[in-house]
């Protein structure tokens, strides 16, 4: 089996992704980030802003369209309320991501077998996936990099197809840009450039500047036509938000300097092996490619000591390091299967084994540990517990028969079937968390609109999920601690518990205010206020 998968390497990598990520794609919940995006998506087709992109009805120039425009097409196709139809683009930049570290792991000359484990290392990593849920645009500015990245690298290495590697990398290099502005082009493209010139050094360039200059003219044509056209058309709200979000990088989710040096845990399963791949001088001498690992080793911290820089931080804006990391593992993994048998030092090998252990341990014990949590639940999601226990007890006693083997090729492959398991049958299970018995959605709202002919607004910017759940275009009345009040006679509003006194008072001389439903957003046990609001019916006395 392992023969097979290491053959169709390509076909490998898409199994594995499809199946942990196309299989239940509509299963988890919206989040935030989703909304917002799913919005200006929606917004596009309906209000036909495919270029002055908004979101509900105002301007929202904080990203570039190029993901959503995918995503819009994507719903067009398959339905714009279709959450498996929105987040499809999204899942297939993850595959294009796991397939580009593969090529570009061929072309720093590795093994296949290696390139292929930095495929599927990369693609298992925690918040590679978790990335497309919580901002989902990320990916595409990431892997768009990533493909530009090794189409440079080869015109660097290259002394043929000057011009073809450095049109595809503008290309690929422009669609980031598109995709998120310049954020993968400080956290790949610089160090990458930085690592590259520590390990390789910029030779023969002489006969390449005519089309390294064309990289950078077409790179910025693709990457900043949006802008330019967006601030010519709509220039006061663009510098309204660009000074926003440029404040933001100094002023907003502000931490130290070292709170991205535990990045290695954002690789989930390979956090350990990650931990250690990063030991340089013990691994140095150990793998087979000095030049690569060095080369790898620096883009990985060079990626962590330039985001460290920027004062606003945040986990996921660490995706960018889980490329070159995964590079770097993949070195560690090749280690350990070539030479692990061969061991003899207890602090080399107690690692390995708690690493794999507690993955073995965690297949075993889940099928006991999902019984008490789902406990009467456990009908509603029998096929799934089943399937996951079944599959996960499996998984630990192999994990467990082969790393007592010493056999660690196996035991990483089924690593990858334990994450694949994880998603294709244990995912639903996740909806048994959804037990607000308070959960009432707004999209109900419509039929109170047409039953009272009104229109409603809200007090306060609406909450992205609340709005992505309407399906509609709900005006914001209080801004500034102004209240606009408007014409009709009768209206409906939306307001949090926090402002309903003040807004209240404000109404009581001329206007009736009636409480009508109350909706609440959150799936879980927790009561977030921001998914809640009171909708009160409004009539002029």
Known sequence: ???????????????????????????????????????????????????????????????????????????????????????????????????????????????????????????????????????????????????????????????????????????????????????????????????????????????????????????????????????????????????????????????????YWSFFIQSGLWAIPAFISLLYPYLRNRVENKKVYKFTFWWTIIAVILLSIIPEKKPRYLVPVLIPLALNTGFYIQYLIINFSKLKRKIEIYPVYFNFLLIALLGVILPFALYFFLNQGIQQHFTSYILTSISTFLIGLLLIKNLFQKKIKPVFYVTILFMVVIFTFGLPISKSLNKNEAFNSINKLHLLEKSYDIKTYSIGVITPELLWDYNGIIKNIYKNEDLKIPNDNQFGLLLMNRDLKLILSQLKNNYNAKLIETYNLNVGSKKKGRLIRAFYLISKK
């Not at 239940?24 to 992109?53: K, S």
């Not at 279709?82 to 593969?102: E, K």
């Not at 010139?197 to 693709?222: A, C, M, N, R």
């Not at 056209?229 to 100094?250: C, H, M, Q």
């Open 1 to 259: 089996m392992i023969k097979t998968i290491e053959k169709y390497p390509i076909a490998s990598i898409s199994i594995v992704v499809l199946l942990m990520l196309l299989v239940h794609l509509n299963v988890p919940n919206v989040t935030i980030m989703e909304a917002r995006n799913f919005i200006t998506a929606r917004e596009m087709v309906h209000d036909n802003h495919w270029i002055l992109t908004t979101m509900n009805g105002e301007a929202r120039y904080q990203k570039p369209p190029l993901p959503t425009w995918l995503t819009a097409i994507s719903g067009l196709i398959f339905g714009m309320n279709n959450l498996f139809a929105l987040r499809l683009p999204a899942v297939f930049m993850v595959l294009f991501s796991g397939i580009f570290i593969y090529f570009l792991s061929v072309k720093l000359a590795l093994p296949k077998k290696q390139s292929l484990q930095n495929g599927f290392i990369l693609v298992t990593s925690f918040y590679i996936i978790a990335i497309i849920n919580e901002a989902p645009w990320d990916i595409f500015a990431h892997g768009f990099m990533l493909a530009g990245v090794y189409y440079l690298f080869q015109f660097f290495e290259n002394e043929k197809k000057y011009w073809k590697n450095a049109l595809l990398a503008a290309i690929f290099v422009g669609l980031s840009f598109m995709s998120k502005g310049p954020v993968s082009f400080y956290a790949i493209f610089l160090p990458f450039l930085i690592s590259y010139g520590v390990t390789y050094k910029f030779k023969k360039l002489t006969p390449k500047i005519i089309p390294l200059i064309s990289f950078v003219i077409l790179f910025l044509i693709i990457g900043g036509w949006w802008f330019v056209y967006v601030r010519l058309a709509d220039p006061k709200a663009f510098l309204e938000i660009a000074t926003r979000e440029t404040a933001n990088w100094s002023s907003y989710n502000v931490k130290p300097f070292y709170y």
